[in-house]
């Protein structure tokens, strides 16, 4: 239901763009966002931004990573700049069901999940 694109390969320093596209049932006046997984490390919510456009990011890529989202499209992107290797992860686009204060989080709606591969 959410499908995701964008992820490859690419040396530290360059830059990606993934898009995840979706329903209008399930992305309309919805926080939408992306995490990311490592095998072995717990998933980090990289960004969320929400149906009126307000964003929030992880520190770790603040000033790095841009959110954004085309309503009319009910399409997300994350555009990533300056990457570095560990931002290697899969990325997955997300439905945000809740988040707490401490950076837990839940979806109710999730991307199957894209590669993204930073080498040095």
């Known amino acids: 239901q959410l499908v995701e694109s964008g992820g490859g390969l690419v040396q530290a320093g360059g830059s990606l763009r993934l898009s995840c596209t979706t329903s209008?049932?399930?992305?309309?006046?919805?926080?939408m966002g992306w995490y990311r997984q490592v095998p072995g490390k717990q998933r980090e919510l990289v960004a969320r931004i929400s149906s009126s456009g307000i964003t929030n990011y992880a520190d770790s890529v603040k000033d790095r990573f841009t959110i954004s989202r085309e309503n009319a499209e009910n399409t997300v992107y994350l555009q990533m700049n300056s990457l570095k290797p560990e931002d290697t992860a899969v990325y997955f686009c997300?439905?945000?069901?809740?988040?707490?204060?401490?950076?837990?989080?839940?979806?109710?709606?999730r991307g199957q999940g894209t590669q993204v591969t930073v080498s040095s």
């Open positions: 997300f439905r945000l069901r809740w988040v707490s204060a401490l950076g837990t989080f839940d979806y109710d709606y």
């Open positions: 209008r049932d399930i992305f309309s006046l919805k926080t």
